[in-house]
């Protein structure tokens, strides 16, 4: 089974600043799917962003955009003019384009409290 | 709207009692799949769907059943749970199970075993 390791189970930012979510997973394929997922306290699981392994180019979604580093399999989060609203948690998902078992599912991270402070 | 529907939103019941938590999508999404959140572990799969009557085993199916008779429809069945099912329960659903598809979520089903 695929690990994604969220190391920080809490951050905190203050408005209009920037925070960086570390996202680390470990896989032996070479095409596969990262997403970042937002949980506010309704519960409701919202994609934030999501990036293709075989791109090299970063994904970007308004103020969301994310640092793939594949060599290091590292999947990072920036939340730029952090805002009250991006108050969450946030989980990293990885999921496998191969054909089998696995298929089509998600492994999640733990998640990162995420706080904004006015 | 397109979206994923859960059925009921809060649950309490007793060991032993069972249950069913309906799951619903009018997107025509072939694939769907029911995960289950508890706290510091994230979300982790129970079964999966690829299409109507074919399921299969996640990674924490035990407890638990499934079936997927029609496309929309994707019911979660407790046929006695027990208190360590006390959970938050997510149905989601995507277009297909390869690939870039974006699966979309239910509002989630807390459900408590006393």
């Known amino acids: 089974a695929q690990t994604v390791t969220q190391s920080q189970p809490e951050m905190s930012v203050q408005e209009a600043e920037t925070v960086t979510l570390s996202c680390t997973y470990d896989t032996s394929e070479s095409d596969y799917y990262l997403f970042w997922y937002k949980q506010p306290p309704s519960r409701q699981m919202i994609l934030v962003i999501r990036?293709?392994?075989?791109?090299?180019q970063n994904a970007t979604e308004n103020r969301f955009s994310v640092n793939f580093q594949k060599a290091a399999k590292s999947f990072s989060l920036k939340i730029s003019d952090s805002q009250l609203g991006d108050a969450a948690m946030y989980f990293c998902?990885?999921?496998?384009?191969?054909?089998?078992?696995?298929?089509?599912?998600?492994?999640f991270g733990r998640g990162t409290q995420l706080t904004v402070w006015p | 709207e397109a979206q994923v529907t859960q059925n009921p939103r809060y649950l309490i019941t007793v060991t032993g009692k069972k249950l069913t938590v309906t799951c619903s999508q009018n997107m025509n999404h072939e694939y769907m799949s029911w995960y289950r959140q508890d706290p510091g572990l994230g979300l982790r799969q129970i079964y999966y769907s690829m299409n109507v009557e074919v399921t299969d085993k996640g990674d924490v199916p035990e407890g638990y059943k499934v079936s997927r008779k029609e496309k929309r429809n994707f019911p979660l069945i407790l046929e006695s749970p027990s208190p360590n099912q006390t959970s938050l329960y997510f149905c989601a659903s995507s277009l297909y199970g390869q690939g870039y598809n974006e699966q979309f979520f239910g509002p989630g089903t807390r459900l408590t075993v006393l």
């Open positions: 998902a990885y999921r496998s384009s191969i054909r089998g078992s696995t298929l089509g599912r998600l492994y």
């Open positions: 990036q293709e392994a075989y791109k090299q």
